[in-house]
């Protein structure tokens, strides 16, 4: 009994190469046309977010009751994003800032004691503890060996307690500091306005623990 022809498309290394190749094609036609696959690796830099931070930290005043602070950026700053987060379980007002110098500054306050701020900010440990004076604030700072863990800076403002973190240089997170040193409390009317009070140095909250 004669043996059964195979079909020619089977027949020969050849051949079956040249199929394989045209159904890679095929497949990288189809991905292509969906869009599920980039060939340009070129990245830009979109506009920078249009972002109120003075009507936010209003709105927070007003919602939180929480001490809060509207400090006055120097120019070429930028706010990037505002949001309400959690330091230890409690409410926090977070506004970023791009810097003029391209930095990324992101500023948390909270009403927590110095800390608590440092153990709740995040899950991030830092080893590398140190200390300095910024506008008359003795400043803690946090660092990690782990170059994707970003710094914390951490001070007490008398009635509340400042975090700031981010990738910016250390002149950029010191003038953040003297900004928010700078800055009265907002104060909320009784028509629920929300407005800049007289800055009272040398106040001191009662939750504060820093020695």
């Known amino acids: 009994m004669a043996a059964e022809e195979k ?6 290394a050849r051949d079956i190469i040249l199929s394989l190749g045209v159904t890679v094609i095929a497949m990288l036609l189809v991905v292509g046309a969906t869009g599920l696959c980039s060939v340009n690796p070129e990245t830009k830099k979109g506009p920078v977010q249009d972002v109120d931070a003075t009507t936010f930290l209003e709105m927070e005043a007003r919602a939180t009751g929480a001490v809060i602070r509207n400090p006055q950026m120097p120019e070429g700053w930028a706010p990037t994003a505002a949001r309400r987060s959690a330091v230890a379980g409690e409410n926090a007002s977070v ?11 992101e500023s948390t306050q909270t009403q927590v004691s110095i800390e608590e701020a440092e153990k709740g900010y995040d899950s991030n440990y830092r080893a590398n503890e140190s200390e300095r004076e910024v506008a008359g604030k003795k400043v803690k700072i946090l660092e990690s060996d782990d170059a ?4 914390l800076w951490i001070t007490d403002l008398g009635d509340s307690r400042l975090a700031l ?5 250390e002149a950029d997170y010191e003038t953040t500091i003297e900004a928010f040193a700078k800055a009265p409390v907002l104060h909320v009317n009784d028509d629920g306005a929300a407005e800049a009070g007289a800055q009272e140095d040398g106040a001191t909250a009662p939750t504060s623990q820093q020695p």
């Open 7 to 12: 079909p020619k498309i089977f027949e020969g």
């Open 165 to 169: 973190s981010g990738s910016a240089s």
């Open 95 to 105: 506004v970023s800032w791009l810097t003029a110098d391209e930095g990324y500054v």
């Open 148 to 151: 994707n863990v970003r710094p």
